[in-house]
């Protein structure tokens, strides 16, 4: 397997606007499986979403098998009120 952390993407809008972006890890498969991992830190449930937003849109472009999102947070009591 092959595994390659900071997948570094750049995205062109319109307005030539860019937006850079980093997939965290990348786990290639022998069998051409690909699985992404996005690892965040995040308490904030608006950063936390956008996340989430992109971490998908990685894996339709790179056409992975699965996407692990794995969200640390040290924020007392979240398990009793997760997003």
Known sequence: ?????????IF???????WHRYSDIVIDLPSGQRII???ITITNN???????DWTYKYAKL???K?????H?????????KPH
């Open 1 to 9: 397997m092959q595994i390659t952390d900071q997948w570094y993407f």
């Open 12 to 18: 062109y809008k319109s307005n030539k606007k860019v």
């Open 37 to 39: 991992l996005e690892l």
């Open 46 to 52: 608006v950063d936390l979403d956008k996340h989430f």
């Open 62 to 64: 790179f056409f992975a």
């Open 66 to 70: 699965e996407t692990w999102i794995i």
């Open 72 to 80: 640390f947070t040290c924020e007392d009591e979240y398990i009793k």
